[in-house]
């Protein structure tokens, strides 16, 4: 079950026939463009995010004036030269565009951060009031987070896949990503743990904003073609 065209194109290229009929089995595998579930899911809990989720209000924060970030991959965590090149860019982020960040920061995250950060930057992280960070955040929340923030900064697939269903544009703190339909379409940006390329990813949205996000990841029913294909050859 593929979440994108890019899938199916993937599977066709390591020999996969798609146009394979009778049964499915581990010899004759079927590829069927579904769509992502995620998409599914998001589109459903968006709607109770709307009604149930407060978050915005309890961090003082409007829709559309302020930035989202997510940083947990041990690649940048654990690495004292990239988490200290993430989160400078933080600060600049706040300092050059005047806008909130908010970092729904993972324990370990946090612990790293007092590891590995420099005592200086640390402590400017931790009180400087352009940042909010806050501990984890439940679905909901987060989905109210990623459809109020004007960009969104991340290491999590994810939450880039999100960011594009609320049509944000995306800095990925990361140098590749499994969803490279996202940056062939100008929605999202590999900008690595580099800082001047954070900023300069991040300017460029803030000032251009983002293209069109055509619904590369289905209609919202993947879930109901996923069934129907198997109950299409049940004995």
């Not at 194109?9 to 004759?28: C, H, M, Q, V």
């Not at 940083?71 to 806008?99: C, E, K, S, W, Y």
């Not at 990623?146 to 939450?159: I, P």
């Not at 990361?174 to 996202?182: K, S, Y």
């Amino acid at each position: 079950f593929c979440p994108t065209q890019t899938a199916v194109d993937n599977l066709r290229r390591e020999g996969f026939a798609l146009e394979a009929t009778g049964p499915a089995s581990i010899d004759r595998p079927h590829v069927v463009a579904s769509g992502d579930v995620m998409y599914d899911n998001s589109m459903r809990f968006a709607e109770l995010a709307e009604q149930r989720s407060s978050i915005l209000d309890s961090l003082g924060l409007q829709p559309g004036g302020f930035i989202l970030a997510t940083v947990h991959r041990d690649h940048n965590t654990d690495d004292p030269v990239r988490i200290t090149a993430i989160f400078t860019a933080m600060l600049d982020l706040h300092a050059h565009h005047g806008l909130p960040v908010v970092l729904p920061l993972h324990p370990r995250t946090r612990k790293m951060m007092a590891t590995l950060l420099p005592a200086e930057l640390d402590k400017a992280v931790r009180s400087s009031s352009g940042l909010h960070l806050v501990p984890p955040v439940g679905f909901l929340d987060m989905i109210a987070l990623e459809r109020g923030a004007q960009l969104v900064v991340t290491d999590s697939g994810g939450v880039q896949k999100e960011a594009y269903f609320f049509g944000k544009p995306v800095v990925v703190l990361r140098p590749e990503t499994e969803w490279v339909e996202l940056v062939e379409r100008g929605q999202a940006v590999l900008a690595d743990a580099d800082q001047g390329r954070i900023a300069a990813a991040a300017a460029a949205f803030l000032r251009d904003g983002v293209p069109e996000c055509p619904p590369i990841f289905g209609d919202g029913h993947a879930a109901e073609a996923v069934c129907m294909e198997l109950l299409r050859f049940r004995p």
